[in-house]
Every structure is written in C-alpha cells, then in structure tokens.
Antibody
Framework: QITLKESGPTLVKPTQTLTLTCTFS??????????VGWIRQPPGKALEWLAL???????RYSPSLKSRLTITKDTSKNQVVLTMTNMDPVDTATYYC???????????????WGQGTLVTVSS | SYELTQPPSVSVSPGQTARITCSGD??????AYWYQQKPGQAPVLVIY???ERPSGIPERFSGSSSGTTVTLTISGVQAEDEADYYC???????????FGGGTKLTVL
C-alpha cells in the first residue's frame, strides 16, 4: 500500500526559505520508473505543479518557479525534500507530494497523494 | 506558457450525465488525466491516459479525446460526485506538467 505524508512548517515569514519533507512508504525511489512530485493549491484556487524527481535523480521544475525550487531525495530514508526560497504571501497554499506513475521519463500522472500541508506566509 | 482550459462550473441533476471538457493545443500529442477533489481532501485520480479508469473508480466515470479537447463524462451522476475536477497533461515538449483551472460540478 502506497502512502505519502508531507511535513514542515505551517507558518513562514516573507523572504524566508521553505523546506518541506515528503515521507513515503510502499515503494522505493531507487526502482526504475518511479517518481515523486510536488503540487500546491492556494486556498480556493487550482492545482499547480511545482517539481518532479525521478528514480535516477533526474529532476523537472515548473518554469515559472524554477529559480526558487530545489527537489532532492534520500532513498535510504524514503524521503523527498522540496525547498522554495524567497517566500511571499502569494505562496500561501496547501502543498502536496504525490507518487508519479508513468513510462520512463514521460511526466506521467499522480496516482497516490499525501494529505497535504497548509503553509501560510505572513509576517 | 501552456494552458489547459476548463469550464468553471457544470451543473446536473441526479441521474443525468455530466460532461466536463478540457482544451489544450498539445492534447493530440499528450495524454490527459483527471482528478476529483472534494472539499478538504487531496485529489483522487479518476481517469488516466485519456480514457483508462483506475481500479476502484466507478464505471460511471469515463474519459474520451477528440483533437484538442478531452472530456470527462460521469453517467448517472450521484450526489457524492459533487466535487472539483481537474484535468492534467503535459506541454508539447513533454517537459512540464500542466493542470487545468478546475471545474466545480454541482449536483442539483
């Protein structure tokens, strides 16, 4: 059974760096074809894709946020970490991590999601 | 940047058929996926690769594709289907994940 859970601060100040951790079980990020992505959703708004990391450490980022994002993995801990620099109130959102399903390096889709974590950016 | 366009809202009566569209120039080349999201919950995949249904998803959910538009069809809509629905695909280069703006399905 695949499960994912996001953890991190619920409140960050403007200009600070956000670090979120996705801890998962039921699969290994060292298995060929596996990936984990991050998606966020501002209150009352649509989903927005942020980043994706593949089993072989290849990475993809949203073009609009690429300069602020870093995604890494710790296979031994079954964790994926997302950092976002220079946080702003418009970054207030629920942040989700999700298991990516797809063929090879095809971006694919997200078949299992974490419960999400609400991050508020405010001074 | 590439966009997927969905109608903001769709309303149907129980037992009727709901159709939610998603339009994008790259859809003839890229698969589309659909997610259902109920208030306060994470999205749930209901359709993958345009028309495939994951295990556990009721048969009343189906997907289709025609040119630059994909459609999620819910036949015999039930009250529990009231939710937001999002399409997802990739841009023409296949390097960026894109979500549609979402459609709120209201069951009258």
């Amino acid at each position: 059974q695949i499960t994912l859970k996001e953890s991190g601060p619920t409140l960050v100040k403007p200009t600070q760096t956000l670090t979120l951790t996705c801890t998962f079980s039921g699969f290994s990020l060292s298995t060929s074809g596996v990936g984990v992505g991050w998606i966020r959703q501002p209150p009352g708004k649509a989903l927005e894709w942020l980043a994706l990391i593949y089993w072989d450490d290849d990475k993809r980022y949203s073009p609009s946020l690429k300069s602020r994002l870093t995604i890494t993995k710790d296979t031994s801990k079954n964790q994926v970490v997302l950092t976002m620099t220079n946080m702003d109130p418009v970054d207030t959102a629920t942040y989700y991590c999700a298991h990516r399903q797809g063929d090879g390096y095809n971006l694919g889709y997200f078949d299992y999601w974490g419960q999400g974590t609400l991050v508020t950016v405010s001074s | 940047s590439y966009e997927l366009t969905q109608p903001p809202s769709v309303s149907v009566s129980p037992g009727q058929t709901a159709r939610i569209t998603c339009s994008g120039d790259a859809l003839p080349k890229q698969y589309a996926y659909w997610y259902q999201q109920k208030p306060g919950q994470a999205p749930v995949l209901v359709i993958y690769k345009d028309s495939e249904r994951p295990s556990g998803i009721p048969e009343r959910f189906s997907g289709s594709s025609s040119g630059t538009t994909v459609t999620l069809t819910i036949s015999g809509v039930q009250a529990e289907d009231e939710a937001d629905y999002y399409c997802q695909s990739a841009d023409s280069s296949g390097t960026n994940v894109v979500f549609g703006g979402g459609t709120k399905l209201t069951v009258l």
